[in-house]
């Protein structure tokens, strides 16, 4: 098992990091939505029988890695490392996860890119040779992330029609250095990208530049082109987002099918009008792609995916001091049997 | 340059990954303190000639990343990852300084073990195969943190004796794949502890035993003694955590020589009375370590030393919540040429 650096922070993995295990969760709501039925599990309270939403949060991020452990047929203890996070200030939920699990632990923050950045980091570690298993994860919960970055949803604040909604779940996967009927054949990295969006509601306006610059980064490395993959999935820009991001690929020359291009915070609630402009969070490229996306390439319904998580770095703080919102995104290739890339 | 796993989350780096530059910057009253001279940059002013102190820290980080590439010879197009953290919410400064650097970016957060978590990452994506060039970077800032942790310090709240007070600080290198006259040749990173100390002034009691653990781990993977090191030194644990870490190892089979065993956040500050029991901060592990630990290195006075970077994974909410305080410690063995362990 190798890595190769195709370009800067772009690495091919030959032959792929295994996904040897892999588990998405969801709450009520993404429980009612159209990808129900690719959930490991649905929680049908917010508060999982804890005492606060954090700690409902932190019980159902546990929950996703105990599954993603089970699934792969390891037990905590052969986990070698654990990279994971979450939106919550100092990653709380992330690091109760970990002291639970007690697996050497590595807490990690790119807002929404979250998982792109621990698959990356993890298959990084997988293919290079410093450990042959690595437990990845990354969450949301609405009703600590909307709290926190806006007003509790409890407060009832009117939203503008492009804000998005955080989602409640979670995805975890435990990567190995054997082959899987899923792997990752390939990652990039981001480069932060402002194009001076202040208006927190508008995460999509603020993270399209950066998923459009990871696509153009990650196909000129790897010589690969949008019609390569049976889907592109953007983590989280939402219907706002999208449009932006379609338009700026295409000015790159990148064309962004309809049928081939998706967003996760999009496919996770459908046309529910109760999200706006679609579901944001952790959580959502998350369990979209330790779910949805990665059934199907175990089904052999698809053979290669390129998963680009979006993370708007946003503060409260940098906000009211007027800062604008920056953003990254991170990008994996999953690829079931001869989809390697 | 290969990386061998000794134990579980603990790796050997054979040759060493080169530290091909190292800075280390702080504010006026670190440098005022008995390691000013082992600073690159001493900032008088806590603003930085900033507008607010979370941009004054921003332009902290990016001035000891712009140090360390300097004095590697490296300009940033040649970084192909930065890997960096602090303490701030979302880790702003962090991210604006990579928005900043433009290099591509993977945010960490394990609190004031960060700069331990950073230097294990590089290490294994440089030694792995995966990069050239990684820069490293953690940083705080005296007023961002005491705010958002406790109270400001314009507030002049009383603090009780064992507490500690936030590194104005930053340190940086660059690890490369080049052999240098310091290299990182091996590391650990640490599982998280709790023994239910829920005072968030006490920071030294909650991060005692996540550093008596990480250091009995690394000890044991790489078969060598605490008498091995010219200096063991603990990121921030202060006079407090100091004490009590001694009787954990001490319990353990492990003695710690006053002459041999140091803490960052008491040699930052020496007899200073105002930060009560020592600093504390991402700063303090990644200055001193990459300044006055670094230097001595470099000119051959030592051959190895033992980084231990702790972290107290404490947030305000959970706090509140009744949450007691986990804690993390990340250990990196840096040697001169022929000091390998």
Redesign the interface.
């Known amino acids: 098992m190798?890595?190769q650096?195709a370009a800067?922070?772009v690495?091919r993995f030959n032959p792929p990091v295994g996904v040897l295990g892999a588990a998405a969760v969801c709450g009520p709501k993404e429980g009612n939505g159209p990808l129900a039925a690719d959930m490991d599990q649905v929680f049908d309270d917010l508060y999982l029988g804890q005492?606060?939403y954090?700690?409902a949060e932190q019980q159902m991020q546990q929950q996703a890695c105990r599954i993603a452990l089970r699934k792969a047929g390891c037990d905590v203890q052969q986990a070698?490392?654990l990279l994971s996070?979450d939106l919550?200030?100092?990653?709380?939920p992330s690091?109760?996860t970990?002291?639970a699990l007690?697996?050497?632990?590595?807490?990690?923050?790119?807002?929404c890119a979250t998982i792109g950045?621990a698959a990356?980091?993890g298959c990084?570690?997988v293919?290079?040779?410093?450990?042959r298993r690595v437990l990845i994860a990354a969450g949301s919960h609405t009703c600590t992330a909307e709290r926190q970055y806006r007003y509790p949803n409890e407060y009832g604040c009117q939203k503008p029609p492009h804000s998005q909604s955080t989602a409640t779940a979670c995805g975890a996967a435990l990567l190995g250095d054997i082959p899987a009927a899923v792997g990752i054949c390939a990652a990039?990295?981001?480069?932060?990208r402002?194009h001076g969006v202040c208006d927190p509601f508008n995460m999509g306006a603020a993270m399209a530049p950066a998923f459009a610059d990871t696509l153009q980064r990650h196909l000129a490395a790897t010589g690969s082109s949008a019609a390569d993959y049976d889907l592109i999935a953007s983590g989280d820009l939402g219907r706002v987002g999208i449009s932006i991001a379609r338009e700026l690929a295409a000015a790159q020359g990148i064309r962004l099918d309809d049928t081939r291009f998706g967003d996760c915070g999009v496919s996770l609630y459908g046309d529910d009008p109760s999200v706006f402009a679609g579901g944001s969070g952790c959580g959502c490229a998350a369990a979209v792609g330790w779910g949805y996306i990665y059934r199907r390439l175990q089904r052999g319904e698809w053979r290669r995916v390129l998963l680009i998580a979006t993370g708007a770095?946003?503060?409260?703080?940098?906000g009211q001091?007027k800062?604008s919102i920056?953003a990254?995104a991170?990008a994996i290739c999953l690829c079931a049997k001869g989809g390697e890339c």
């Open positions: 190798s890595v650096t800067r922070a690495w005492r606060t954090e700690q070698e490392l996070g919550i200030n100092q990653i709380t690091c109760f970990a002291r007690q697996i050497p632990y590595a807490g990690l923050f790119t807002a950045e990356t980091l990084i570690a293919a290079g040779g410093a450990a990039t990295i981001g480069v932060v402002d770095l946003t503060s409260p703080v940098a001091q800062e920056p990254v991170h």
